[in-house]
Nanobody, 124 residues
Framework: QVQLVESGGGLVQAGGSLRLSCAAS????????MGWFRQAPGKERDFVATINWSGGSKYYADSVKGRFTISRDNAKNTVYLQKNSLKPEDTAVYYC?????????????????WGKGTQVTVSK
């Protein structure tokens, strides 16, 4: 029923930019907070960014502040992650998630649904 599908990943050189998209279906998208997480091989799935139900509140991990921007278009049932000034340490699989709550959160356990992920590789 609920599906989250990420897209927009790929290979980019350090200093470049990418915009990730997450298309949602099977839920009332406009009333739930959304988040982005990432996971590198052998590491935990870490918080990246979150946005509340209306888009009025946004929070970021310290490692991406000033470089990444999360946004949403409720009319299109889509959340975005604009990624600028990319670094090799940003290389990971990026996952979109839905919390089933209105408030933004950085706690992985509070997200109910997850996409399959999209690979981002940043070269030097």
């Amino acid at each position: 029923q609920v599906q989250l599908v990420e897209s927009g990943g790929g290979l980019v050189q350090a200093g470049g930019s990418l915009r990730l998209s997450c298309a949602a279906s099977g839920l009332t998208f406009s009333i739930y907070a959304m988040g982005w997480f990432r996971q590198a091989p052998g590491k935990e799935r870490d918080f990246v960014a979150t946005i509340n139900w209306s888009g009025g509140s946004k929070y970021y991990a310290d490692s991406v502040k000033g470089r990444f921007t999360i946004s949403r278009d409720n009319a299109k049932n889509t959340v975005y992650l604009q990624k600028n000034s990319l670094k090799p340490e940003d290389t990971a699989v990026y996952y979109c998630a839905d919390s089933n709550d209105k408030g933004a959160t950085n706690r992985r356990g509070e997200y109910e649904y997850w996409g399959k992920g999209t690979q981002v590789t940043v070269s030097k």
